[in-house]
DNA sequence: AGTGCGACCTGATCGC
DNA sequence: TGCGATCAGGTCGCAC
């Protein structure tokens, strides 16, 4: 799926790949994944030419020489494929773009819990897609002392409320997984309890494995996330937890387990994650 | 403020 | 072989 890694990947590819290309065809199929309805969408931005790439979080931003800006989230089995001319598509597309060179950009999303809306650059500010979306969390503005003071007053786990998009937007529940075990912090643990010591390491932990993941160009757990040209990110083999419930901990060799927290599936050391 | 649901949707995997 | 049940995920909306 798409988190903070995966979706700056596709960014950085589709600002090298594609910025100043106009998009000179645009077929949809109508489904429930277009917050703009689809035509309307496909008109508005025939003949556009793509000038920025930007990301909130998960969600991608394209804006256009013309004032619209595209908000593309990839949910959890979205792609954007960037595909040869005369090659055939894949299948469950929702977005297809002709470039001016021939090119075809394609949304795909088979399980459809993604997003695509239009809107004008004035608007961003008031859309509800954007609204609970937190500072990034490799945003420099994003400080130890801000970060303290937002842990402070948590009574809820850790777990969520990294997950949550308020406080650090972008972070899913693979890397959550993986940043509460660079930080020996359990993913029940209430945020509120964290002793200086393990709030410095989560703190680093957030940075430093989404930094890492972002270097490897993201996670494909079960194919679900590939960048522009097909190819999968190179962080699954990283993973330290995800995923490996049952499997030794890389640290001390306990089997790590599996528990629900916050309502979402959770791989941790039970020895070594406090 | 928080938690815990169900809804959305499809494909993979499991048990029978 | 084939069927149905279950699970996974992000986000929103709702009840408590």
């Known amino acids: 799926m798409a988190e903070l890694p995966e979706v700056e990947t596709l960014k950085r590819q589709l600002l090298a790949a594609v910025t100043g290309l106009r998009w000179d065809r645009i077929d949809v199929v109508p489904s429930s994944v277009f917050r703009t309805p689809a035509k309307t969408l496909a008109a508005a931005l025939r003949g ?53 060179d021939g090119r075809t950009l394609v949304f795909r999303d088979p399980r459809r819990f993604g997003f695509i809306r239009l809107a004008r650059t004035a608007e961003l500010a008031g859309l509800r897609e954007l609204a609970s979306v937190g500072l990034d969390p490799l945003d420099p503005g994003q400080t130890w002392e801000r970060f303290i003071h937002d842990c402070a007053g948590r009574a809820g786990a850790v777990k969520p409320l990294l997950m949550s998009q308020e406080l650090f937007a972008g972070v899913g529940n693979i890397y959550a997984d993986e940043i509460l075990y660079a930080a020996h912090i359990r993913p029940s643990r209430v945020a509120a309890t964290l002793d200086p010591v393990e709030q410095k390491q989560l703190f680093h932990a957030i940075r430093d494995i989404l930094t890492a993941a972002i270097e490897s160009g993201g996670t494909s757990f079960d194919e679900a996330f590939t960048d522009i040209y097909g190819r999968p990110g190179l962080y699954g083999g990283r993973l330290k937890a995800y995923g490996r419930k049952g499997e030794p901990c890389d640290r001390c060799h306990t089997r790590l387990v599996h528990a629900r927290v916050g309502g979402r599936s959770s791989v941790f050391c039970p020895h070594c994650q406090r």
Do not use: N, W, Y
Request: proline content about 8%; cysteine-free.
């Open 48 to 100: 556009a030419r793509l000038a920025r790439v930007d990301r909130r979080g998960k969600v991608l931003l394209l804006g256009f020489d013309s004032d619209l800006v595209l908000l593309v989230h990839l949910g959890m089995s979205g792609q954007i494929l960037l595909v040869p001319p005369a090659e055939p598509g894949p299948r469950h597309r929702h977005l297809v773009t002709t470039l001016e």
